[in-house]
């Protein structure tokens, strides 16, 4: 499959990011209802869904070279964006493993992966095309790649990535690469346990969601990965939308009209998959952010009218933890242009082939 | 606020020894003792007071009943102490520790380092409900904040002290509380005295 | 890296003591097996004349090896029949089904030493902890429990590292357990594996000596990772009475029987699968069901839960 690349496009400045048709086409939308709540939506990440960016088990779009751009801008910036525990050698490797074999045989026009051997002490040469990489170095040798093996492949990938130690019957963040995430600190939480890093989230806590998902991830078994959706909205198509940077972004916030809306307000949608490593025993969770401004969502009849519905009856609570309550209103504004209040169809397929 | 139900805050409880355990170390912050409180240390240590010892940082109390304390000066010389123990500590000690929440975790932080597991480590707090709070944008730390906005020890930004708590740092997070609306500052009170 | 079972042909079959049999196995496409981690283990499908077995067994081969996955079978005298299958009728050739590894004593990677004890087989885990401590450099001891004329069988399995020690029960050689235990550092990790007998004397020595329990590792054998024992259940709106083989779930009979049941996870936690259970006593497993609504036991979750007795009745 050949992905025509949008080199240039920006995450910041200029904001150039846009998406194609077919991008809007194959976005992720989260709402298969009119009403939105925490539930433990976890299902096996098949191969098959809604949409194709659950083909591959993980996506690259016509944004891939962008994103990468964006990432090492800010990590130039702000370097503790990656951080790895000591003890988490072993989970690195298994992360470059698992994304140079899945991304090499499932897109092998633009990367290719030759291994002397599988084992620890081999020699592999891994080819990125797109962003022009040849790299040969020893698998299990941290020394042989210009950075430790966690950095190196992640910024070869898109969205964000944490890695889960499992000891005494918990998860522990003790690993992660995160430059475009929704208002959480990677150097703030690092190391902490599975309900303390979800502790700031409202709602969720009182209806045990985290106990029962902590239960069965412990569980999660190599070779059978799960997925969840995850939203948020954001200002602009923004990635670094980090509580670090929140002094560049926050009045964004402020911005928002409701005739700018459609162009501002980007709905951000996160393709969550766990995986089981191999070595480590570690949980991998990658984080996949797909951006759609409301200009773009409107041009899908359904989606437009069910995100309407959605954030018109969203808790206040939760208005509030997304960061919503600004801008709100103007959005709900725009998007009432959009609904008709017909009846809508359950689930979230797009239920056109072309664009209005 | 000390009572806010944030998964990511610690519970603290009193200070009760662990009879299973090989040998017990308690450390204290003085200044926060309040009137009593070592006799009440006394008695509940009094089981397995032939292997206790007692580290009293601060001021130099007597502290009849809980065997010969040794005096250090501030929590610094307590990190120091247990990164050179000579001996080391074996799988079956203990760590009691009592004192102002960064107190505790400026303790637990180097006691991870030498080995302890959070199974060895008992927490009890004292005194005043001060924070550390660790600015997500600088990176620097604020100590002794009272109120529920503070201004950046590091980056003069005014932080908005949430509840979160990383036990890492010892610290609270604090994001900057006018970003979306430059200026526009909440009334500053006291809620962490 | 995507799957859950797979096919695997004997490449190798070598008694190596009595009653002890080692098996090299590989993908029988001749393909790539997923690569496993120090302390995993494998559950095979063994198919007799009779009956069928699924027995679990650690791999012995090398943490990460992809060409083949290596187990050593003790032949078990009054076992369900597994062991005996592989010492008497598995030969080099036949094809056995095989899930992906699963891991439920990994060594805990935080540790600042690893402490193992075996007790004669329980080796078999601490053989791929061995090499994966090699390999990182971690600190480690090996105590291996066997008996005299077992340590020249195990011998050449744990190369010449000076990090184990054999002891067996004669004066000046067996493990005094409570001094081991006494001894140990603070960021030390206990691992044990053996008889029954020794795990629970370790285990009780290392609460004597003030271990904290998140520091002690049993490997815990023989627990079924699914299945149990066969049972009937009544879907009565679909008027269908079903036979729930012991080696598949009641959602997979319900399937199976061409009745929709709504499921997600498939593994006990999202609740989409919960049914209203009109008759019957379930054996409850699943993550999402409350203490209280399992008390009431009007509800189950097909997808892991069977029946503790008898015939279940279900409102589907």
Same mark, same amino acid.
């Given at each position: 499959m050949s992905i025509a690349f949008?080199?240039?496009?920006?995450?910041? $400045? *200029?904001?150039s990011y846009r998406n194609s048709d077919a991008a809007i086409l194959r976005f992720?939308?989260?709402?298969?209802?009119d009403k939105y709540m925490y539930s433990v939506n976890i299902e096996p990440?098949?191969?098959?869904?809604?949409?194709?960016?659950?083909?591959?088990?993980f996506d690259v779009d016509e944004h891939y070279i962008a994103e990468c751009r964006d990432r090492a801008i800010t990590l130039e910036r702000d370097p503790g964006r990656c951080q790895v525990l000591p003890h988490m050698m072993l989970a690195q490797w298994d992360t470059l493993e698992l994304l140079m074999e899945n991304l090499s045989a499932d897109y092998p026009e633009h990367f290719s992966l030759t291994k002397e $051997? *599988?084992?620890?002490?081999s020699r592999w040469t891994w080819t990125n095309r797109p962003l022009g990489i040849e790299q040969s170095f020893?698998?299990?040798?941290?020394?042989?790649?210009?950075?430790?093996p966690f950095e190196y492949i992640t910024r070869q990938a898109q969205g964000d990535f944490a890695i889960c130690d499992q000891r005494d019957d918990n998860l522990y963040m003790d690993a992660g690469m995160v430059t475009?995430?929704?208002?959480?600190?990677l150097e703030f939480d690092v190391g902490m346990s599975f309900m303390e890093w979800h502790g700031?989230?409202?709602?969720a806590h009182q209806t045990g969601v985290f106990e029962r998902a902590l239960k069965y991830l412990l569980m999660l078994r190599l070779g059978q990965p799960v997925r969840r959706l995850n939203w948020t909205m954001t200002i602009?198509?923004?990635?670094?939308?980090?509580p670090e940077s929140f002094p560049e972004w926050g009045t964004d916030r402020a911005s928002v009209t409701p005739d700018n809306a459609g162009s501002k307000v980007h709905l951000r949608v996160e393709l969550q998959t766990l995986w089981r490593l191999p070595r480590s025993n570690a949980i991998l969770f990658p984080i996949r952010c797909y951006l759609a401004s409301l200009d773009d969502l409107a041009r899908v009849p359904k989606w437009g009218a069910r995100l309407h519905r959605v954030l018109s009856s969203l808790p206040p609570q939760l208005v509030e933890y997304k960061g919503l309550t600004r801008y709100l209103p103007a959005a709900l504004a725009w998007l009432s242009r959009h609904d008709d209040g017909a009846e809508l169809p359950i689930g979230t397929e797009a239920g056109v082939d072309t664009l209005t | 606020m000390l009572h806010s139900d944030i998964k990511s805050r610690p519970t603290y409880r009193a200070l009760e020894p662990d009879?299973?355990?090989?040998g017990h170390l308690l450390v204290i912050?003085?200044?926060?003792?309040?009137?009593g409180g070592l006799a009440g240390l006394a008695d509940a240590f009094a089981p397995v007071v032939a292997n206790l010892h007692t580290w009293l940082v601060g001021e130099a109390l007597a502290a009849p009943g809980l065997g010969k304390p040794w005096h250090l000066p501030a929590v610094a010389d307590v990190v120091d102490a247990l990164a050179c123990a000579t001996r080391g500590y074996g799988i079956g000690d203990r760590l009691y520790v009592q004192g102002t929440e960064p107190f505790l975790w400026s303790v637990a932080t180097a006691a991870a380092i030498v080995g302890f597991g959070p199974g060895q480590l008992q927490l009890c707090h004292a005194g005043s409900l001060q924070r550390r709070v660790w600015c997500t944008h600088c990176h620097g730390v604020t100590e002794q904040v009272t109120t529920n906005v503070v201004p950046c020890a590091g980056c003069g930004r005014h932080l908005l002290v949430r509840?979160?708590?990383?036990r890492r740092l010892g610290a609270f997070m604090g994001v900057?509380?006018?970003?979306?609306?430059?200026?526009?500052?909440?009334a500053i009170e006291e809620v962490f005295a | 890296m995507i799957g859950d079972t797979l096919l695997l042909q004997v490449a190798a079959v070598t008694d190596?003591?009595?009653g002890l049999r080692h098996l090299r196995l590989v993908a029988a496409d001749g393909g790539k097996l997923p690569p496993a981690a120090a302390g995993a283990h494998v559950q095979f499908v063994l198919e007799g004349a009779a009956r069928t077995w699924r027995n679990a067994y650690s791999l012995?081969?090398?943490?990460?090896?992809?060409d083949a996955w290596e187990i050593i079978v003790r032949r078990v005298p009054?076992?369900?029949?597994g062991s005996a299958f592989i010492h008497e009728q598995l030969e080099v050739g036949d094809r056995l089904l095989a899930g992906w590894p699963g891991n439920l004593?990994?060594?805990?990677?935080?540790?600042?030493h690893h402490l193992m004890i075996a007790g004669g087989i329980g080796i078999t885990p601490f053989l791929s902890y061995l090499a994966e401590f090699g390999f990182t450099g971690a600190g480690h001891a090996l105590h291996v429990c066997c008996r005299e004329s077992e340590k020249d069988v195990f011998a050449p399995w744990l190369g010449?590292?000076?990090?184990v020690a054999f002891h067996w029960d004669a004066d000046g050689h067996r493990l005094d357990i409570p001094a081991l235990l006494a001894s140990q550092p603070a960021g030390t990790h206990l691992y044990v594996c053996g008889p029954a007998a020794m795990n629970d004397e370790v285990m009780a020595a290392a609460a004597v000596a003030g271990w904290?329990?998140?520091?002690v590792h049993c490997e815990h054998f023989g627990s079924a990772l699914f299945g149990g024992e066969a049972f009937r259940a009544f879907l009565v709106r679909s008027g269908i009475e079903l036979e729930v083989a012991e080696d598949e779930s009641l959602l997979d009979a319900i399937e199976r029987a061409g009745v929709a049941a709504p499921c997600l996870c498939?593994?006990?936690?999202?609740?989409?699968?919960?049914t209203p259970l009109l008759e019957g006593e379930a054996e409850h497993r699943d993550h999402f069901l409350s203490a209280d609504e399992r008390a009431a036991g009007?509800?189950?979750?097909?997808c892991v839960s069977r029946a503790r007795a008898g015939r279940l009745v279900l409102d589907l």
């Amino acid at each position: 499959m050949s992905i025509a690349f949008k080199p240039e496009e920006t995450f910041r $400045g *200029d904001y150039s990011y846009r998406n194609s048709d077919a991008a809007i086409l194959r976005f992720p939308f989260p709402f298969p209802e009119d009403k939105y709540m925490y539930s433990v939506n976890i299902e096996p990440h098949v191969r098959s869904g809604p949409s194709d960016v659950f083909i591959r088990p993980f996506d690259v779009d016509e944004h891939y070279i962008a994103e990468c751009r964006d990432r090492a801008i800010t990590l130039e910036r702000d370097p503790g964006r990656c951080q790895v525990l000591p003890h988490m050698m072993l989970a690195q490797w298994d992360t470059l493993e698992l994304l140079m074999e899945n991304l090499s045989a499932d897109y092998p026009e633009h990367f290719s992966l030759t291994k002397e $051997g *599988d084992d620890f002490g081999s020699r592999w040469t891994w080819t990125n095309r797109p962003l022009g990489i040849e790299q040969s170095f020893i698998f299990g040798d941290a020394a042989t790649l210009p950075c430790e093996p966690f950095e190196y492949i992640t910024r070869q990938a898109q969205g964000d990535f944490a890695i889960c130690d499992q000891r005494d019957d918990n998860l522990y963040m003790d690993a992660g690469m995160v430059t475009s995430q929704a208002d959480w600190s990677l150097e703030f939480d690092v190391g902490m346990s599975f309900m303390e890093w979800h502790g700031p989230v409202p709602l969720a806590h009182q209806t045990g969601v985290f106990e029962r998902a902590l239960k069965y991830l412990l569980m999660l078994r190599l070779g059978q990965p799960v997925r969840r959706l995850n939203w948020t909205m954001t200002i602009n198509p923004r990635l670094d939308t980090s509580p670090e940077s929140f002094p560049e972004w926050g009045t964004d916030r402020a911005s928002v009209t409701p005739d700018n809306a459609g162009s501002k307000v980007h709905l951000r949608v996160e393709l969550q998959t766990l995986w089981r490593l191999p070595r480590s025993n570690a949980i991998l969770f990658p984080i996949r952010c797909y951006l759609a401004s409301l200009d773009d969502l409107a041009r899908v009849p359904k989606w437009g009218a069910r995100l309407h519905r959605v954030l018109s009856s969203l808790p206040p609570q939760l208005v509030e933890y997304k960061g919503l309550t600004r801008y709100l209103p103007a959005a709900l504004a725009w998007l009432s242009r959009h609904d008709d209040g017909a009846e809508l169809p359950i689930g979230t397929e797009a239920g056109v082939d072309t664009l209005t | 606020m000390l009572h806010s139900d944030i998964k990511s805050r610690p519970t603290y409880r009193a200070l009760e020894p662990d009879l299973a355990a090989a040998g017990h170390l308690l450390v204290i912050e003085a200044a926060t003792l309040q009137p009593g409180g070592l006799a009440g240390l006394a008695d509940a240590f009094a089981p397995v007071v032939a292997n206790l010892h007692t580290w009293l940082v601060g001021e130099a109390l007597a502290a009849p009943g809980l065997g010969k304390p040794w005096h250090l000066p501030a929590v610094a010389d307590v990190v120091d102490a247990l990164a050179c123990a000579t001996r080391g500590y074996g799988i079956g000690d203990r760590l009691y520790v009592q004192g102002t929440e960064p107190f505790l975790w400026s303790v637990a932080t180097a006691a991870a380092i030498v080995g302890f597991g959070p199974g060895q480590l008992q927490l009890c707090h004292a005194g005043s409900l001060q924070r550390r709070v660790w600015c997500t944008h600088c990176h620097g730390v604020t100590e002794q904040v009272t109120t529920n906005v503070v201004p950046c020890a590091g980056c003069g930004r005014h932080l908005l002290v949430r509840d979160h708590f990383s036990r890492r740092l010892g610290a609270f997070m604090g994001v900057m509380v006018d970003a979306e609306a430059p200026g526009e500052i909440p009334a500053i009170e006291e809620v962490f005295a | 890296m995507i799957g859950d079972t797979l096919l695997l042909q004997v490449a190798a079959v070598t008694d190596i003591a009595p009653g002890l049999r080692h098996l090299r196995l590989v993908a029988a496409d001749g393909g790539k097996l997923p690569p496993a981690a120090a302390g995993a283990h494998v559950q095979f499908v063994l198919e007799g004349a009779a009956r069928t077995w699924r027995n679990a067994y650690s791999l012995v081969s090398r943490p990460g090896a992809r060409d083949a996955w290596e187990i050593i079978v003790r032949r078990v005298p009054a076992s369900r029949g597994g062991s005996a299958f592989i010492h008497e009728q598995l030969e080099v050739g036949d094809r056995l089904l095989a899930g992906w590894p699963g891991n439920l004593f990994a060594p805990v990677r935080i540790a600042r030493h690893h402490l193992m004890i075996a007790g004669g087989i329980g080796i078999t885990p601490f053989l791929s902890y061995l090499a994966e401590f090699g390999f990182t450099g971690a600190g480690h001891a090996l105590h291996v429990c066997c008996r005299e004329s077992e340590k020249d069988v195990f011998a050449p399995w744990l190369g010449s590292s000076p990090a184990v020690a054999f002891h067996w029960d004669a004066d000046g050689h067996r493990l005094d357990i409570p001094a081991l235990l006494a001894s140990q550092p603070a960021g030390t990790h206990l691992y044990v594996c053996g008889p029954a007998a020794m795990n629970d004397e370790v285990m009780a020595a290392a609460a004597v000596a003030g271990w904290p329990a998140s520091h002690v590792h049993c490997e815990h054998f023989g627990s079924a990772l699914f299945g149990g024992e066969a049972f009937r259940a009544f879907l009565v709106r679909s008027g269908i009475e079903l036979e729930v083989a012991e080696d598949e779930s009641l959602l997979d009979a319900i399937e199976r029987a061409g009745v929709a049941a709504p499921c997600l996870c498939r593994g006990g936690a999202c609740g989409v699968c919960v049914t209203p259970l009109l008759e019957g006593e379930a054996e409850h497993r699943d993550h999402f069901l409350s203490a209280d609504e399992r008390a009431a036991g009007r509800l189950i979750m097909p997808c892991v839960s069977r029946a503790r007795a008898g015939r279940l009745v279900l409102d589907l």
